[in-house]
């Protein structure tokens, strides 16, 4: 019999591969009677992230890591020699209430292997959150991983004990899903996708006519991909994950390069995948979700992996010199956060700055912005303000980024031509390449026009239409609150 110390070094050890935690986005205020909340305005209580930007002070565990399903990628998967353990729904709970009694973290992220079925494994998981809200009064965070496969009824009660829910897509095609976990299927894990996007929409007209309804999933759902596991590309990767937020309203998609566990018969090859490139998909996410680009403009057809040394944005801009430079007086902001090294902040100050006064290079300069890389790509009152032209062969060597991580030259084996994601590491310091007057034009155009719906032409994107919910989880037809 494992004792409970044991249980939670391994199932907090099975959980340490799960990436997708970030606590923003829930607001479960302080309350008479309940212990624990979610706002960051209260002393004590914050949120922070590691290094590599994840999340920690929550606590992350499994409920089981006794998987009856076989993904080749997971260290829990049936066929690992590992111990196994279990927690019981009082377990988890209590163990929960001593974490955050004695100040170890804010919140809970509980995920679980497949523990018999997905029914069975649910369950557990609803009671073990029941016990947390309604025996402990505990009002922290808690994020829940849903199982693929669950009944809409059982996901609704797990969503209502939770603030934010997720269920990972795991791979970034139906193929390599079928090849790699053959016991999940797309369409188990995109129906709970669609069932948690179709009852947060709900829930929030429900609050908004009663405000006493329970919250379900407030801070939404998001999701976790495996990369570098399969041969996708990058720019498959990002058209995916645009996919996903459009069309399943996610609040993040998280990306975890994918980390040998010992099982080499079906995965391509027993090789770390590099966090660089984990790094560079959080980056072009964040162009997609945040500064107006869409994924094809960030990777087209010819250009379909992000590179190591150098952030997407940079790439993106080298691509399309012919747009640069523009000129912080005139320029939209949408146009400003197209500016290599120009955040959100910095292209909101120069809007306020020029609204007193036409801005010379010297005001720029004295803005206390960090201009160094998008210098080359500005000019002010009609001045360029780089200090080579954008032309020159060693603009792309200014715009890289440090030093490649050491574990990059293992990638570099001529011995590993398997890895799909060869020119990633490549280290080409060529010039950019010079576009053709037409090659320009229609360059400007696809800028100029929406672009098309990307999920369309990807394997992921002939999503069934989410299956009607059971009538008990609809709202009331009608009448107003009072
Ligand atoms: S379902 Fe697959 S990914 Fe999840 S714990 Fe089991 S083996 Fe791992």
């Not at 929550?58 to 080749?72: G, W």
Request: with cysteine; hydrophobic share 40%.
């Amino acid at each position: 019999m494992l004792s409970l110390e044991n249980k939670l070094s391994i199932l907090g050890e099975g959980a340490r591969y799960d990436v997708s935690c970030a606590s923003s986005g829930s607001v479960r205020r302080p309350q008479a009677g309940l212990i624990g909340s979610t706002s960051t305005a209260i002393a004590g209580v914050c949120h922070s992230w590691s290094e590599d930007g994840r999340c920690v002070s929550l606590l992350k565990i499994l409920m089981s890591n006794a998987c009856v399903y076989d993904c080749a990628y997971c260290l829990n998967r049936s066929s690992a020699d590992i111990p196994r353990a279990s927690l019981t729904p009082e377990e988890l709970a209590e163990l929960t209430i001593e974490f955050y009694r004695r100040n170890y973290i804010e919140g809970l992220f509980l995920s679980s292997a497949v523990l018999m079925d997905p029914q069975y494994t649910t369950e557990q998981m609803i009671k073990a959150l029941a016990l947390l809200r309604h025996t402990y009064r505990f009002n922290g965070y808690i994020h829940v991983k849903a199982i693929p496969g669950v009944d809409p009824l059982l996901l609704q009660q797990l969503g209502l004990l939770a603030d934010r829910m997720s269920v990972n897509i795991e791979l970034p095609s139906e193929s390599s899903l079928r090849l790699l976990a053959p016991e999940k299927e797309k369409r188990g894990i995109l129906q709970p996708m669609a069932n948690i996007r179709d009852l947060v929409n709900i829930n929030k007209e429900e609050r908004s006519r009663f405000r006493s309804a329970p919250l379900f999933a407030p801070a939404g759902q998001s999701t976790q991909m495996v990369v570098g596991a399969s041969p996708e590309t990058d720019r498959h990767i990002l058209l995916l994950s645009q996919s996903l937020y459009r069309r399943y309203e996610l609040r993040r998609v998280y990306y975890s390069a994918y980390v040998p566990v010992g099982n080499t018969s079906i995965l391509p090859r027993d090789l770390p995948v590099p966090l660089t490139r984990e790094h560079r998909l959080y980056q072009a996410d964040w162009l997609v979700r945040l500064y107006g680009f869409s994924a094809e403009e960030v990777l087209d057809e010819s250009y379909p992996h992000l590179e190591a040394n150098i952030d997407p944005k940079a790439a993106w801009a080298l691509r399309h010199l012919h747009l640069f430079p523009v000129e912080v007086n005139t320029a939209d902001k949408a146009t400003l956060l197209r500016v290599p090294g120009l955040g959100e902040r910095s292209a909101q100050r120069i809007i306020q700055a020029r609204r007193s006064k036409r801005l010379k290079p010297e005001d720029v300069k004295k803005m206390g912005m960090v201009i160094k890389r998008a210098q080359y790509f500005l000019t002010a009152d009609g001045v360029f303000m780089g200090s080579i032209p954008l032309e020159h062969p060693e603009l792309k060597l200014r715009l890289l980024d440090g030093p490649l991580e050491p574990q990059l030259s293992l990638l570099e084996d001529p011995a590993a031509p398997w890895i799909p994601q060869l020119p990633y590491f490549t280290k080409s310091l060529q010039p950019p390449e010079v576009v053709s007057e037409a090659g320009e034009l229609a360059q400007v155009k696809k800028l100029a026009t929406p672009p098309p719906a990307p999920w369309q032409d990807t394997v992921w994107q002939q999503v069934p239409p989410p299956a009607e919910l059971p009538a008990s989880l609809l709202p009331p037809a009608s009448g107003k609150g009072g």
